[in-house]
């Protein structure tokens, strides 16, 4: 009885193990051979240490005071997309690096950062993104799309961002753009493009 | 028989797979209507990724251009004698004589296939095009060349007797109607009709469907008609037809003259249009004013006062220079320092039946050297855009007072400034205009932005940021009575630049 036992144990890891391989062995063949180079380079970043930057583009007040400069910054790399935005976002809402200028209200802070399966990240912000806002259309829109451009053009995976103020959906940060649901990237905003 | 059996279990399984092989979903959608000179004939639009496109290759042998796709770079061009224009894959833009025009949704690539949103007809098309293109994306229209296509709307205001029927035609221009039998043909005088019919019928009024020629409309009437009355009337800019129709053998109203037969007091189930009893209302005739923020939301700050101090002052000036001037009636969203929210703001507007809106502000920048004015209207983002076409579709019946029904519009509170985007970006230009003229000199820009106040207006509508607070110059300025009169008597002058304007285009 315990013989076969053994055997039956047996023959299933040997049958894991086929049908494991035979998986591999097919994805390896249907994945593009672009792809599977592109893959590469982040497997071996996992295993290396916490020092490891990645580039993003973040975005800061352009000189004309009117757009948004796309600035490419190191941030400490991360393998989850979520993560990662995080550390892009922290970055962001971090002083700018001079000669920019941020267009972030001074003392916001992350409070949490989530993508769902649909695409839409959530961005939820502490209350100063709107108790130390300047107030005015233009400001407003540098704030909003700094942040949804940052988080889109970083992720590929995101194609949508909703803020969030002290975890609740608002009307708006500041008065006048709606934020109420997730909103796309906005290219007309960024200088040079 | 088996063999039969196999063949067709065959060509199914066959058909499956080449059905799961199919590049992306392509969903037809319905068809979009094209009109020109010589009639009418669809264009389909196809759902690709959850928008609605045309597909290019549908449109080059429409329109006689010639599509050519460099399959390497992902990108194509159409062109027509000897003018092209350039598309690129995933791209929102078009290249047009050498200028990017801006298209709702990207250009889609799908195997060999094409696809643009059909706003692209009248932005990227039209220009290179020698004769004139008009998208009407709710009405599901394209209009190709001068053609007059106005807005018919009819419905069944009660079943009767006498049955009443009316039409409204939009801008105005003749309109009659002739018994034909047991039909009643309408005729209005135009190339083409943008038609918005109630579906059932009512009264002895079976059914009310377009003509067999594209300027009629074909009500077929229940049994034998007795008489009918048809009375045409213009007010607030709108044709209208009102038609009674009484069943068979029933004494003709007109003929209520006599002793003998005193006209019956008007059903109870008409019901009084509020116009009618006023008199013609004119355009423009309500203008709502928002002082924007006020309350604990004191917006933009400035040393000289905040901006909810400053906008408020501006909007009562304003009332009365244009009540003053005009004869126009002006509301305020907000008469006082008090805090409201947008919703409230947008239901004083659409309540009181605004024909224009304009809200107040004072902006701000990061840096104290960005200055000037701003006009915004409303940039929609995809959701809008999408439900654009199906705004002017929600029609329901209500009931009336006395029995019968009356079919309202029903429009999504959200989606209210959708249908009033192109005639906002008309005031939006005409307000820049006039307050770069008043104001500074310096050329005022017109933008657009998702902004929250102007979706739920169903009206044309605008935002005006006067001034930097954040600038020290105009900081200073806001303050001053110069300033402040020089932007009500740029933004008196666009009212009634644009009162005009619309006035002239509803009666040409």
Known sequence: MKGRNGLLIGGGILFAILLIATVLLSVERFVPPRRAAESAPPAAVETATATAHITATLFYMA????????????????TLAEALGAQILTELFAPAPPPYVSVIPKGTTLRAFYITNRGDAFVDLSPEVTTAHPGGTLAEL??????????????????????????????TIAGHVDVRRPLARNASLVKGT | MGRLRGTVTLTVAVLVLLLALLPQAQVPATPFTL???????PVTATLVNNQELLALDDIAMLFQLALREDAGAGSATLSYRGRTLGLAANQPTVSVNGRAVSLPAPVVQQGRRWFAPVEFLQSALAPIYDQRIQVRRTARLIILGDLRVPRVTARIDSPGPPTRVTFEVAPPTGITASQDGSRVVVRVDADALELALPVGGGGVVQQIRPGEQGNTVVL???????????????ANNVARLTIDLQGGGAAPPDSADTPAAPRPPSP???????????????????IVIDPGHGGADIGARGRAGTEKQIVLDVARRLKTLLEMRLGARVVLTRMDDKAIDFETRAAIANQNRGDLFIS???????????????????????????????VAKTTVAVSVAGGGARPIEIVQWDLAQARHLEVSGRLAALIAESLAARTSGAPTPVRRAPLRLLKGLNMP??????????????????????FKNAVIE???DAVARFRTQIEETRTR
């Open chain 2, 490 to 492: 740029g933004l008196h």
């Open chain 1, 142 to 171: 540098l704030t909003v799309y700094a942040i949804v451009n940052a988080v889109t053009v970083n992720l590929p995976s995101v194609q949508r961002v909703q803020i969030l103020v002290d975890g609740k959906e608002v009307d």
């Open chain 2, 220 to 234: 077929s009437l229940d049994g034998g008609v007795g008489s009918m009355r048809a009375v045409p009337t213009t």
């Open chain 2, 461 to 482: 509508a605008v935002l005006v940021e006067m001034a930097y607070l954040t600038n020290p110059a105009q900081e200073k300025a806001v303050a001053s009575d110069d």
């Open chain 2, 360 to 390: 107040l502000h004072l902006n701000a920048a990061p840096s104290p050297d960005v200055s000037g004015t701003e006009v915004y209207y409303l940039q929609p983002d995809r959701d809008l855009e999408l439900a654009r076409s199906e």
């Open chain 1, 63 to 78: 000189p004309d005071g009117r757009t948004l400069v796309p600035v490419r910054r190191e941030v400490p790399l991360a």
């Open chain 2, 35 to 41: 009109i020109t000179r010589d009639g009418r004939r």
């Open chain 2, 268 to 286: 109870p189930s008409t019901p009084v249009d509020l116009a009618d009893v006023l008199g013609p209302r004119k355009t423009g005739q309500t």
